[in-house]
DNA sequence: CGTTGGATTGGCT
DNA sequence: GCCAATCCAACGC
């Protein structure tokens, strides 16, 4: 398992080809302290220029102005009001589009995934977009960080997996664009999120 | 300026 | 399976 870093020309191309090529890749994670963090990436999402259910169809904004940026950094969001979200941003600036990473399987630093995610069992720790930011304490001090260079997240080659392992479908949780089978998972993989594919279930909206 | 709902998770029925 | 938590971007007025 290679542990040199993934070059800038692996992350400028359309999300939809890189996604399935991180798939075995290895995020990185340097915390304060000195600890480092890694987990094999099991699943990832595509989102593309033009694509409904991306946070660049609109217009660029503060929150999703890394996605328009240089490929090969991180954009890392907030939502349902609790959760952060790490994406690698690929197409070259002006293009946006990134890869949501889902799910990895935890290599190294498991002690301290347990301690951030205060669960024990392994497949609990990175299962999930947000799961797998606390594990690894990932949060918008990380946004814009350069994956290629940085010191504190990057992404090591590791060993990417055949396209015949490669499964893909629908995308968990989006309302619009699920005509795009933009998921993709290591088939039979017990790291990959429960997540359903689809759009999220309705929620009450009933108010106090 | 008020409302809506989200690239989710975990706890409870 | 259902739904609350909890915050803020996006959008409507």
Redesign the pocket.
Known sequence: MSSRRLPRSFFSRPAVEVAPELLGRVLARRLNGGTIVRGRIVEA?A?EPGDP????F??R????DA?FGPPGHL?V???????W?A?VVTRPSGEPS?V?L?ALRPLEGIHEMRRR???QRVE?LC??????C?ALGIDLAANHEDLVRGRAVWLEAGDAVPASVVERGI?????VGADRAWRFWIRDDPYV?K??PG????????RP
């Open positions: 999402e989102y259910a991306s946070h660049g609109r217009r904004t503060r929150r999703n996605m954009y969001y907030f939502t349902y009001g609790n959760h979200m994406n990134a949501l889902r995610r205060r669960r609990e299962a999930g977009p947000g799961r797998l606390q995308r968990v949780g989006v309302s999120s997540g359903r759009p999220p279930t309705r929620r009450s909206r009933s």
